[in-house]
């Protein structure tokens, strides 16, 4: 699915991720752990195509091409997604308006014709179901006046109308309480399968009970420093992060 | 005498003598007899009047030296006109069409029965000398304003609308068009809604192509006791187009009156908006929108005078600016001290997509009354760029993207319009 090789990213003269190696098959999901500053979030900005960064070293490869060569909007549409960390309020930009654009240029992409009214409306109607997310709120602006639970979960709704090949979540957890949580992974979990690939960067271990990942790997100072399967976040979670500074 | 006042004072004697001498003979609306009187107080104020300048508080910002450096000249015409385009798709409107500040019968289509009468100010003077005489030049002000007072010495014709009852189903549209090279129009229209009438005006201004035009039009309009009144100005003129709008209103009791200004695209524009709310419970809303490119000038002045109790004002200018595109915009609000329980409102927002654009924005209130509620706001700033990030990983094209966000910004104030066909044609034509 995507292979990350030897990836240096600076902002601003400063290097932040110093030699990211990592590959991810299809239908894998890997947990990316780290305390704060390791270049987590950085990481996934450098993934979606964020422009603050300067790659200086390395590669990535989705899907066999070149990924640092798409632009942010083509990335989206061969099938990367990028949830936030903290989604932003566009106040005069419909919901679903959007939703529609952004289904129809991808469609365009591969040359198919635009999604019809009647699929379109039973798709929004499944996936706000599947994450809980009132009707009022998908034909109001993007996460305009939404609690922070409901700004994650119309991320993970959008996630679902797009149907990414790859998804990213960048700290989804931080700031939602159990049940918000929960909803969410209920939402990622429903779309797992053999093709689908995530990536979930988090502080906490506690996500990772409701996403179970195939792959743990901690991330210190911009390097993976350690890998290995779930029981890696739970001893991340008892030994704290100063166990890998330490060492 | 100062050289440089010499120097003006002849550019203003050439500038003057061009439009006299080519309107020289011509039959027109200034050389009726019924308004004889307003035209010659009004030639006096002209003579007596200079062009401002910079120095000039409200044309700090607003160079007229690009017009009166020019010798424009009143042009009647006959040619051929491609009216199609001026057509707003899916409209329901009759129609009045002016060429060069001259009326086209050819082109329009009047009408005239109980409800509503609407006739080229031409034939209104003939036809209705009485009511003519009772308002043309007593809300306009050519005393204070050199634009007004050429405007009303030299006017050649305009549109004049009697609403005397509910006018709901069809607009009337004016549609104005400079046609030829350094041409001067000056339509001076005259809107009268008797009371519990409505009726809803749609405006629109165009020019050719490559010519260079000035179109200084003056409005006076008298929304009488609980009439309803919308106007929707389209200002899509060319790059070399000058354009300066005097619009007078006077409110009557419980009167609404709504004015949208959609300025898509020009040269240098110059808006004056004034309202006078005489009556007690008056409603009025003024909303504008902008987004100049290019070298482009659009400057909006608009005054609210609230002399009666209980009266509402919203205003919202919006402008996006490009390029070295330029915006001006002053609002100022006057409470008089009876205008008790007073509500005005005001907001200017404007976006920056160029560090060459600039828009100079400035809110006056004075409120003399003590029970009142008055805001005012100014915001200058950038599309957020966190938002364009967003909708691009989404898989939206960066064109389009901004392109959202343009109509996010910019929507509050199309769809102020009551009219579809004008809220689509506005929203087609934003950058």
Redesign the interface.
């Known amino acids: 699915m995507i292979k990350i090789t030897n990836l240096h990213a600076s902002v601003e003269g400063t290097e932040i991720l110093k030699g990211i190696n990592l590959e991810i098959k299809p239908g894998e999901v890997h947990a990316i752990m780290g305390p704060n500053g390791s270049g987590k979030s950085t990481l996934a900005s450098v993934l ?4 603050d960064y300067e790659i200086t070293e390395g590669s990535i490869e989705f899907l066999d091409k070149d990924l640092l060569d798409m ?3 083509v ?3 061969e099938g990367l ?2 949830a ?1 960390q903290y ?7 419909s919901n679903v308006n ?2 529609k ?3 129809n ?2 469609r365009k ?1 591969f040359g198919q014709d635009d999604i019809s009214a009647k699929e379109f409306l039973t798709a929004v109607k499944e996936n706000s179901a599947l994450v809980e997310l009132d009707g009022k709120l998908k034909n109001r ?2 996460n305009e006046g939404f609690s922070g639970g409901e700004k994650k979960r119309n991320d993970i709704f ?1 996630m679902a109308m ?1 149907q990414p090949k790859f998804a990213i979540l960048d700290e989804t957890d931080s700031g939602l309480d159990i049940d918000a949580l929960q909803v969410v992974a209920k939402g990622v979990n429903a779309m797992r399968n053999d093709n689908r690939s995530f990536l979930i960067i988090t502080h906490y271990q506690r996500l990772l009970d409701y996403i179970v990942p195939d792959f743990v790997h901690v991330l210190y100072d911009g390097q993976i420093v350690k890998s290995g399967t779930k029981e890696l976040a739970m001893e991340m979670e008892e030994k704290g992060y100063d166990w890998i500074k330490n060492n | 005498m100062d050289t440089t006042v010499e120097n003006i004072t002849s550019k203003k004697d050439q500038f003057i003598a061009s439009i006299d001498g080519t309107i020289a003979g011509a039959s027109t609306l200034s050389t009726s007899h019924v308004v004889a009187s307003i035209v010659e107080s009004a030639k006096e104020s002209l003579a007596s009047l200079s062009f401002p300048t910079t120095r000039t508080e409200a044309w700090k910002y607003t160079r007229v030296g690009k017009i009166i450096n020019q010798k424009f000249e009143v042009k009647p015409t006959e040619t051929q006109v491609e009216i199609g385009t001026y057509h707003i798709p899916g409209i329901q409107a009759i129609e009045m069409v002016f060429v060069n500040g001259f009326f086209r019968a050819d082109l329009s289509e009047t009408l005239e029965n109980n409800v509503i009468s609407v006739l080229p100010m031409s034939e209104a003077v003939s036809k209705y000398p009485e009511m003519v005489k009772q308002y043309y030049g007593t809300i306009a002000n050519d005393k204070k304003d050199i634009f007004t007072a050429l405007n009303t010495s030299y006017s050649t014709d305009g549109l004049f609308i009697h609403v005397k009852g509910e006018y709901k189903d069809t607009a009337i549209h004016l549609i104005h068009i400079n046609d030829s090279d350094q041409v001067i129009a000056q339509c001076r229209n005259l809107i009268i809604t008797e009371p519990n009438s409505h009726a809803k005006i749609v405006t629109s201004y165009h020019s050719k192509k490559d010519i260079s035009s000035f179109c200084n039009q003056v409005t006076e309009v008298v929304v009488k006791e609980n009439s309803f009144l919308s106007i929707d100005k389209i200002q899509q003129e060319s790059e070399q187009a000058f354009h300066i709008s005097n619009d007078f209103v006077t409110q009557e009791k419980d009167s609404t009156f709504h004015l949208n200004t959609f300025t898509l695209t020009g040269g240098w524009i110059r808006n004056n908006l004034h309202v006078h709310a005489k009556g007690n419970g008056t409603n009025t809303d003024m909303y504008g929108l902008y987004q100049p490119i290019l070298k482009q000038h659009i400057d909006n002045h608009t005054l609210m005078i609230h002399d009666g109790t209980d009266g509402e004002s919203n205003e919202l200018y919006k402008g996006i600016l490009y390029d070295k595109g330029k915006a001006v915009f002053n609002g100022k609000v006057i409470v008089a001290i009876d205008a008790q329980r007073t509500n005005a409102y005001q907001t200017n927002a404007n976006v920056l997509l160029s560090d060459d654009a600039s828009v100079n924005s400035k809110p006056e209130l004075e409120i003399y009354a003590d029970d009142v509620k008055c805001s005012h706001g100014s915001t200058t700033g950038q599309f957020d760029e966190e938002a364009l990030f967003y909708l691009m990983a989404r898989g939206i094209k960066k064109d389009t993207a901004k392109r959202l966000l343009t109509e996010a910004f910019l929507k509050e104030v199309v769809d102020h319009s009551d009219i579809l066909a004008v809220r689509e044609l506005v929203l087609r034509y934003l950058h």
């Open positions: 979606a195509g964020r422009e632009d942010i909007d990335r989206a549409k997604f990028l936030f989604p932003v309020e566009i106040p005069g930009v959007f939703l654009a952004a289904i240029e991808k992409y602006s993007v959008q797009l």
